[in-house]
């Protein structure tokens, strides 16, 4: 939060927004409330802590610009997309989700616990309409639902880089959903 005010100072309250929020509330909460806040035609979301790189979302842009995907997501598991910073639990609890969900919901993407993504502001707001989930699974239920909608998807290769401050909050209750 502090860095966030720091960078308002530097870059403008009309470019940084914080929505300061009390407790764990839950990711989908938080994609929700921030949604609202959000302007423009499309929505990028990532996790604020670094560990996705700002500098893939020029490759974002060009992706959703030359195919007029409805959704590009960055995917730590084609083309050269990776992992650094994860231990073996974290590894095989990310892959077991992607594979369990790949065989059980078939949502045609391969990086469905990532959260890095460019939306067509529309077809966010659509699929948040329809959202039962509010912790780590949300993104996987947002991918799934936009996939039965009939949104398109493309991919983007993205290094993850595990976060150096803070810890995360992926529990056993998340990874049991």
């Known amino acids: 939060l502090e860095v966030a005010r720091d960078l308002k100072k530097v870059y403008g309250a009309d470019r940084i927004v ?10 989908g909460s938080a994609y929700i ?5 959000a302007s423009g035609d499309f929505v990028i979301l990532m996790d604020a802590d670094l560990s ?16 007029d995907a ?8 084609r083309g050269g997309g990776g992992v650094a910073g994860w231990d073996l639990k974290r590894k095989l609890t990310s892959r077991g989700a992607n594979y369990l969900a790949h065989v059980l919901l078939n949502p045609g993407v391969s990086d469905l616990t990532g959260s890095f993504r460019l939306y067509k502001r529309h077809v966010l707001e659509e699929v948040m309409t329809q ?9 996987m239920e947002v991918a799934v639902r936009a996939s039965s909608l009939g949104y398109r998807f493309e991919e983007v290769p993205i ?10 909050k992926l529990g056993a209750g998340e990874i049991i959903q």
């Open 18 to 27: 914080i929505l300061p929020r009390k407790g764990k509330l839950g990711l």
């Open 33 to 37: 409330d921030g949604l609202k806040k």
């Open 52 to 67: 996705h790189h700002p500098k893939f979302i020029p490759q974002f842009i060009e992706k959703q610009r030359k195919t």
């Open 70 to 77: 409805d959704i590009v997501t960055g995917t730590r598991y």
């Open 131 to 139: 959202m039962q989930s509010r912790g780590y699974v949300f993104q």
């Open 159 to 168: 290094s993850f880089v595990d976060r150096i401050y803070g810890e995360s």
